[in-house]
């Protein structure tokens, strides 16, 4: 007798685990502003991590405040026929959404009285619009931006938002075919920091994140994110004092084919933490890595060498 096919759904109970996840988490800007908080007491950067705190407030705020612009066509069928990310950052249109978020981000800064950033609030305000089309090219595309700098995150924080709230409404099923290991299967861009993450369909498996959507794409552990070797990837880490090697919260993956390194965050040491924010919070270990001779592979758009 021929095997049955089932077709009522009842496989569903064996779950794969997600290749991708969207960020679908409507409040992920403002949880990642109430860990920006938390993670900047004490630390040597807590002016810079609050100041973040508030970006990340403007960005839930102006995430919620128009719908997503419309994926092309051409874009889906691209990404479903050939694997192309349909929202690959360099070559994606922007809509005018973006100039809009920007906007709302510049000016609930303002009305959080953030000290210290007027100077870049105000150049921003008086940007036209092809300038900010001109500087966000250059941010997505990691052009160094010393004379701009003061201005990046918060481009970085408009990008961030516009990309997300499309990624979000995005089907996942057209996106089985995207599947370079170290780039964005949705807008084509670098992860910030991969993050083994617990509970639920997730558990136990390693995920990218992605710097710009903020979607989660699975990689097998101890695989370079950047050159996709298992050859010569080591940990290094920063310690606490009176901590062990194991018990840190986060290690600098480096590779010695390519010289590269990525942050990996451990959920079970917290379960609160944000690969972003994180990644502000943990620039020391930056500077121990580079101080290894590895450049780090993926960028935080929150950040320019510069700006703090
Ligand atoms: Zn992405
Ligand atoms: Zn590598």
Known sequence: MATPIIIDGTTDRVRKTPRVVLPTN??????????????????????????MAKVARAQHAALGRRA??????A?????RDYGMPPLSAQS??????????????????????????????????????????SLADRVLAGTSLDDEA???????????????????????????????????PVCASRPVASVLRIGGEQANLRYL???????????????????????SVKYLVLQAEGESKAEAATRAETCDECKSYLKI???????????????????????????????????NLLFHPGTS
């Open 26 to 51: 409507a409040d992920l800007f403002a949880e990642r502003a109430v860990r920006f908080e938390s993670v900047a007491m004490g630390n040597a950067m807590a002016g810079y991590l609050q100041l």
């Open 265 to 299: 965050f451990y959920q079970e040491k917290d379960p609160h933490l944000d690969p972003t924010a994180d990644d502000l919070a943990t620039l020391a270990l930056d500077l121990l890595v580079d101080e290894q001779g590895y450049a780090r592979s993926g960028p």
């Open 75 to 79: 874009a889906t069928v691209a990404s």
């Open 150 to 184: 003061a201005l990046v995150p918060f481009i970085g924080a408009a990008l961030q938002t516009y990309f997300t709230r499309i990624a979000a409404t995005l089907d996942i099923a057209a996106l089985e075919n995207c599947d370079v290991p170290g780039i964005c």
């Open 92 to 133: 994606h249109e922007r809509s005018a959404n973006w100039h809009a978020d920007l906007a709302d981000i510049v000016s609930d800064m303002h009305a959080q009285s953030s000290n210290g950033v007027e100077t870049a609030l105000a150049a921003l305000a008086a940007l036209d619009e092809n300038s900010r089309e």
């Open 209 to 231: 994140v992605c710097s710009l959507c903020a979607t989660e794409w699975n990689m097998s552990r101890i695989q370079c994110s950047s050159c996709d070797t298992d050859k």
């Open 68 to 73: 997503a612009a419309a994926v092309p066509e």
